[in-house]
């Protein structure tokens, strides 16, 4: 079994070709709840959502997030009504967030994420990182902003300063984590290529949850989200670089330190990248379409059995 941590849209693409290649049973993706936020009065999961949609077929293949083939009556209508619309709701990503905020009443996060994602279809579990409510604030030179505020109604223009998930000392791993952690069929745990600081950074703070990772019995691979010392998707170069660090594997190696017993980058960054730990695979890792995403896949996962059989 693969236990995969993902979040956006590089980490549902790579999650994706994990589905495509594994059996139902043997991949489990652990989804960065940190940017979830209260919209209209309605619980909005982005990275969950980005996730389900993409493993479902569902996802825009353009913009990476959101349905294919998306309108947006509601949206048009709730503008001319003077209602905040700057975070993009489609017709039908709203089925999805006001049937998750009902069943929200009487059931966990994970909960409704199993019995959304089974009605579309999806074999392979999409686990939340936790059940209790942690939310991203970030520091920027205008002040403190929610997640969703800084990426989305402002578009990243602030200038980055740092972040802090609050409501995260006191959130536990969610059962289904931390079941797959402790499942002894764990072959190797898969850090996709997300934006290290917002969308794995959460997962890792959880209490107790780092501590665990580094005792564990089987390798840990990650897949670099830059290419060329530019980000294939997102803010990720442009918050690297407000907070001093450089868009190169370098930095991923020195920002998941002793987790790390792999780490997987595009033949453009194989110049600079140091020998030694981890240990290093050089390949394409721009995934264009589903073959690419499946490609990857395969080699890292051939990657990390290399990894526990040395």
Not at 60 to 77: K, P, T, Y
């Amino acid at each position: 079994m693969i236990l995969a941590l993902a979040g956006g849209v590089g980490g549902a693409r790579l999650a994706n070709g994990l589905a495509a290649i594994l059996q139902p049973g043997k991949l489990r993706i652990v989804v960065n709840t940190a940017d979830d936020f209260d919209h209209l009065g309605l619980r909005i999961c982005p990275d969950l959502d980005t996730v389900t949609y993409t493993l479902a077929g569902r996802n825009n293949r353009e913009l990476g997030w959101g349905i294919a083939g998306e309108s947006w009556a509601f949206l048009d209508m709730l503008g001319e009504l003077g209602g905040e619309d700057w975070f993009r709701l489609g017709d039908r990503d709203m089925a999805m967030h006001v049937l998750r905020t009902a069943l929200l009443r009487e059931q966990t996060l994970s909960e409704v994420t199993a019995r959304l994602t089974q009605r579309l279809g999806i074999t392979h579990p999409i686990i939340p990182m936790s059940d209790d409510p942690v939310r991203s604030m970030v520091l920027t030179d205008e002040g403190e902003l929610p997640f969703q505020h800084y990426f989305v109604r402002r578009q990243c223009a602030p200038c980055f300063q740092s972040i802090r998930f609050e409501g995260v000392d006191k959130a536990r791993p969610s059962a289904g984590f931390l079941a797959a952690l402790d499942d002894p069929a764990l072959e190797a745990i898969v850090i996709c290529p997300s934006n290290p600081v917002l969308s794995i950074d959460p997962i890792l703070a959880l209490p107790g949850l780092r501590h665990r990772l580094e005792q564990r019995r089987v390798p840990v691979v990650a897949v670099s989200p830059f290419i060329g010392g530019k980000a294939v998707k997102g803010p990720a170069a442009k918050i690297m670089a407000e907070l001093g660090m450089a868009a190169t594997a370098e930095t991923i190696i020195r920002h998941y330190g002793s987790l790390l017993d792999g780490l997987v980058i595009d033949h453009a960054d194989a110049e600079n990248a140091a020998d030694g730990c981890p240990a290093i695979l050089a390949t394409d890792t721009l995934m264009r379409d589903d073959e690419d995403q499946a490609r990857l896949a395969r080699e890292v996962l051939a990657f990390a059995r290399t990894l526990a059989r040395g």
